[in-house]
């Protein structure tokens, strides 16, 4: 087939500023370039580390990009936004679909495929009449969102990263248009076996400490408070620490918001056991979950399928999580403790990390669970079941 993916007009493809959704078409992509099954063609943001990479020498997927932070580009993006109020998206969103746009409808496609971007498919359905497919990341199409039922009805197929957000979708109908195609991950990067140059000594943790790590943007959703709460209640276990990894949002943020202000304040009276790497290179991720005895991944609003938590099973870590959103999709009863976000959330949590700080050989139980259920969600099955979810419906 020949396919265009329309992505989400914010960060480039290939993933050289990192990004989820532009990591999962990074996976794709390079399944379909190594069997050579469609020709691809990538619509993406500008972004000068683009222009030398590997992905580039493809045969079958190209890339058409649009410059949306030259000068020339702002001051058009400005003139975009006076001369059009009310739409969809914001109007940076929207100068690049219709920058876009200008190039796509000269050409002829099998399907187009919007990546989060359901507001692409009211647009396009007024404009085209190509097999819309779109790729849902997060709970972005159901019965509340704008349009919902001229959107659903212009799509062919929507393909959703969990059998939750699929749930969200049929709140609009129950619909044999959806499939859920789980994300995956690369398990060469995440694997025990890898070489790392971060060891305990590295960050001030010893060797008899019992390290409780969290991943991921640093705000109220990912239940970071709450998990310092329950750190509050270790008093008599000086040896449990926990190391914070991530910030914000993408990308090295340089200043703490109020947010983060406020839980390093909380933390104040035991400093000594909790550690903000702030931001962390993807690349270095495997290097410290590998420091870790558990990963805690307290997420108090419906996740949609964060990858932190396939990244911590594929590390081989022991796994607290909760039963929100498409998370319970990707753990077992075996690898992980699922918690209910209640009233007696943070005092269960607590009770589950001091559990396992008490039974190493639990611990390992669960180790061995997390690196065998990882195996079902590395990259390459996830590009296969996205194909053919795809051709199944195309």
């Known amino acids: 087939m020949k396919i265009a993916i329309l992505t989400s007009g914010i960060l480039p493809v290939p993933a050289v500023q990192g990004g989820a959704v532009e990591n999962l078409i990074d996976f794709y992509l390079a399944y379909n370039d190594q069997h050579k099954l469609h020709d691809i063609t990538v619509y993406s943001v500008k972004h000068p580390d683009t222009q030398n990479h590997p992905s580039m020498q493809s045969k079958v997927n190209h890339f058409y990009y649009i410059d949306t932070s030259s000068l020339f580009a702002k001051i058009r993006r400005t003139f975009y936004r006076l001369l059009h109020k009310d739409e969809y998206y914001n109007y940076f969103i929207e100068y690049f679909f219709e920058q876009a ?144 990894l991530g910030s914000t949002f993408f990308g090295d943020a340089s200043n703490d918001d109020d947010f983060v202000k406020a839980l390093k304040t909380k933390t104040a009276c035991i400093a000594d056991r909790i550690s903000f790497t702030g931001f962390i290179p993807y690349s270095q991720m495997p290097n410290y979950l590998k420091l870790a005895d558990l990963a805690v991944i307290p997420s108090i609003w419906d996740d949609p399928f964060p990858t932190t938590v396939l990244e911590a099973q594929a590390m081989g870590l022991p796994i607290i999580t909760t039963r929100r959103g498409g998370i319970p999709e990707e753990v077992t009863e075996e690898n992980a403790i699922l918690l209910d976000t209640d009233e007696h959330f943070i005092d269960n949590l607590a009770k589950a990390i001091l559990n396992l700080y008490h039974h190493p050989e639990k611990r390992q139980q669960m180790s061995a669970a997390s690196l065998e259920h990882s195996k079902r969600f590395d990259k390459e099955t996830y590009a296969m079941h996205f194909f053919a979810a795809l051709e199944d419906h195309t």
């Open 101 to 244: 746009f200008k190039h796509l409808r000269k050409q002829s496609y099998d399907c187009i495929i919007l990546e989060n971007r359901p507001g692409y498919a009211y647009k396009l359905s007024q404009r085209l009449t190509s097999k819309l497919v779109l790729h849902l990341h997060n709970d972005l199409l159901n019965q509340d969102t704008k349009f919902h039922v001229e959107i659903l009805h212009s799509l062919y197929k929507i393909l959703t990263v969990s059998d939750y957000i699929k749930s969200r979708v049929c709140t609009i109908k129950e619909t044999d248009k959806v499939s859920t195609v789980h994300n995956g991950i690369d398990l060469q990067r995440f694997t025990t076996l890898a070489q790392s140059n971060i060891n305990r000594d590295t960050i001030k943790l010893s060797k008899d400490d019992f390290v409780v790590i969290f991943s991921g943007r640093i705000n109220k959703d990912k239940g970071v408070s709450e998990l310092i709460d329950a750190m509050l209640k270790f008093k008599d276990t000086p040896k449990i620490k926990l190391l914070i």
